[in-house]
Each structure stands twice: as C-alpha cells, then as structure tokens.
C-alpha cells in the first residue's frame, strides 16, 4: 500500500481523531491518485491510520481505519452500516415519519459518502471521484445491510463524466411521498441536485410548527417546495411562500394538496426575496413569523447573493415587514459560516436596527445527520428563532 507522510508537528491533529487529511500537512502526495488507499505515517515512519484519497473541501482524503490491520472491504462497510443502523433504531420504528439520513459520511466513519431513505426509496450521493472507486465494495454492503424499495445515486463531484440516477430494485414513479412528523411531502430522486425535501431541517420545521405558527401570518423565504409554509399551513392564519424559481409554484401547491390544504387559500409568489420584500413593504404587509432558509450563493440577473456578505440585507429586509412580537427563523447551511459567526451578525444587524430581540431556539442538525466530534464543519446547518419586541 501507498504511504503519505505527515510533516514533522502534525500528527497531534489526526491521532486526536481528526478525519480530514489536509493536503499541507502530507509531505508529498503527488504519488497518491483518487480512490488510493494509503498509509498515513509520521514522519518516523509510525502508523496513524489507513486513509484513502478523496479531495474534498481543500482535504486530500478521509481516514477510514485506526486499526493497522483492517481491510478495507465489503466487511469493513457492512460493518460500519450496521452500526450506522443500530444507531439509527428510532427513525426506523417511529410513526409518522419515514424519511432519513442512513449514513452521514465522516460522522458514521467514511467520508464522502451519505445514504438518506425517502420511504423506502434509497439516494446515496458520491462526493468525490475516490469514493466512487468504492463503489462496488459499498453498492454491496448496502444490499447485505438494508432493505430497499429502489436505489439511486447522485455524483456530488465536479467533472463527474457519469451521470447519477436509477441503480437498482424496482423504478419507482416519481414524486414518491415521504411522511415526515405526520406531514406529507412529494419527493423525486432523479430530478437534478435537490430531492423536493431537505431532510436535515426535519426538527426545525417540527419545532416552527409546534411552536411559532400557530394563529400567525407566516412568510416563508426561499420557499422551493413550500416545506417550511406546509408544515405551518394547518395551524397558521395563513401562509406565504416565496420563490424565484417558477416550478417552485406547482410543486408547492402540489404539496399543499398531499396534506389536504387547499392551495388557492395561500399564497406563492414566483419574484426575488428583495424584490418581494419591496413589494410587502409597499403594501403594507406584516407578518408575525418569517423564515429564512437561502442557499449559500445565488445569482439573479446581474445581482448575486452571498449568504457570508449579505445576510445582514436578508434581516433588515424582513424586520421592516415584521410584526411587533415577530419571529425570524434565519438558517444558513453553509459550514464555512460558523455558528458564533452567523450569531454575531444576527446580533450586529438587530442592534444596528435598534430593535430589542431574543434568541428564542438555537438549533443544528437532527440525530440522523450524525456529525464528526472532531470535524466542526460537519456541523453545516444553524437554524436560530429569533424573537423581535
Ligand atoms: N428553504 C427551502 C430550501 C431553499 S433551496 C426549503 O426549506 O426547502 C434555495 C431556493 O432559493 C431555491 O428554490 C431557489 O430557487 C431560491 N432562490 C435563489 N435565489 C433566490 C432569490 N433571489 N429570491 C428568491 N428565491 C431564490
């Protein structure tokens, strides 16, 4: 086997359990190709743990063994599958939800790879060329481990020359339907990047349900699919769900309809988050939660936006057509913006805007995307209530 050597100092870092090999911590590694299993060693040639090559986020590969002698085969996944299982017991017996993440990469032991069940139907997303190169070993080791309708797959890697889709079971006809806390949602596995549902947000639409929808207007930004409106729509007076995409009209609709709330009683604008906050503004609309769920970067027309630089223009759009007592639900999934930092500006923004406010629930990601104790980004989504006098 292939060996990379740590330069001198930097092996605290991963004997401490860190799973991330950073290219400038190895001496050399132009010998290490994509899907290599290799030998990290000290720089007295010590073993540290048995790697393989994935390049992923400035990182050169992930361990997968602290054991010197531990193959890495179709046993060695079933085995961290099993695991992954047990631990995972709940969401398989629990009513009223049947959709999750299996396997969460790194945070269930291999790095580069996440499995979810959407009722039975499997997705499981390759996040570089060298976990690919597993693919036989792990395509078996989840057939041995689980039971699934049908399979299919995702390439998460640029200059993937393969194409995702269908692997194998029965086809399904898509949208399927995913139950998820006794509310409905219509999901297609092989339609683009995004499945119809973000399965990490379940206990945030949970808890805004629960907590901060009852009796309220409710005004739900960057809405796709209508998640966070149809998980409220029951309880709040009514819901409004903005988009900038046009199919996010009919697929919010159409999951209105799954949960039997008629879609004409809502409303779902197709416009520009700022162009829809103008628009409130105008005339005179306020409402007493707004959730806010952007992706990292996004690009309309001439303008783009950054969640890292303009967050801040996101809250101070939202306050000005907020009611007094409102919520903001602001969320980021973007792990290069840390908790403390997505916080500060929070705060920042508020107190530049003068207004009085609480953190009222600080939330991160559900059980089943389990994370990495040693690996914050792996800790991507912050969700955080806001209470605003
Ligand atoms: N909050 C959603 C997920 C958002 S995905 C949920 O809970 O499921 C990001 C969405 O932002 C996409 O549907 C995209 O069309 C939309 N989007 C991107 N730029 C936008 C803009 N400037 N104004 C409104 N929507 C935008």
């Not at 945070?107 to 039975?120: A, C, F, R, S």
Request: overall charge negative; aromatic content about 14%.
């Amino acid at each position: 086997m292939k060996t990379a050597t740590l330069n001198k100092g930097k092996e605290m870092k991963y004997l401490n359990g860190y799973p991330l090999i950073d290219d400038e911590d190895v001496f050399a590694h132009d010998h290490l190709k994509e899907g290599d299993l290799f030998l990290l060693v000290n720089d007295k040639h010590q073993f540290i743990a048995t790697a393989y090559v994935g390049r992923q986020h400035k990182g050169l590969g992930w361990v997968l063994s602290y054991d010197k002698d531990e193959e890495i085969n179709i046993r060695f996944f079933e085995s961290l599958f099993e695991t992954a299982k047990e631990e995972r017991s709940y969401f398989y017996n629990i009513e009223g939800t049947n959709a999750f993440r299996v396997f969460n990469g790194e945070g269930d032991g291999v790095g580069g790879l996440t499995i979810d069940n959407y009722n039975g139907h499997f997705l499981i997303q390759w996040y570089s060329k060298g976990i690919y190169k597993y693919r036989y070993q792990i395509l078996n080791a989840l057939k041995n481990v689980f039971k699934y309708t049908s399979l299919f797959e995702k390439m998460r890697f640029k200059d993937a020359h393969i194409e995702g889709g269908f692997v194998d079971g029965e086809v399904p006809e898509f949208p399927i339907v995913i139950e998820e806390n006794h509310t409905f949602y219509n999901v297609d596995l092989n339609d683009g990047p995004m499945t119809g549902i973000f399965l990490d947000q379940k206990e945030v639409r949970k808890k805004l349900r629960d907590q901060f929808a009852d009796n309220r207007y409710l005004l739900n930004m960057f809405s796709y699919t209508g998640a966070f409106s149809v998980v409220s729509a029951e309880k709040a007076k009514v819901t409004t769900s903005v988009d900038l995409a046009n199919r996010s009209r009919s697929l919010t609709e159409e999951n209105f309809g799954l949960n039997a709330i008629d879609p004409k009683t809502q409303y779902i604008f197709v416009m520009d988050t700022f162009d829809y906050f103008n628009y409130a503004r105008r005339h005179d609309l306020l409402y007493d939660t707004i959730v806010i769920d952007p992706p990292s970067f996004a690009r309309n027309k001439k303008k783009t936006f950054s969640v890292l630089k303009d967050y801040d223009k996101l809250i101070l759009g939202a306050l000005e057509i907020l009611s007094p007592g409102g919520t903001l639900l602001l969320c980021t999934n973007n792990s290069t913006f840390s908790l403390k930092a997505f916080k500060k500006v929070i705060k920042d923004t508020l107190n530049r805007a003068e207004v009085d406010f609480e953190f009222s629930e600080v939330m991160g990601l559900p059980k089943d995307f389990k994370t990495h104790p040693h690996y914050k980004p792996s800790k991507y989504l912050k969700a955080i209530f806001v209470n605003v006098q």
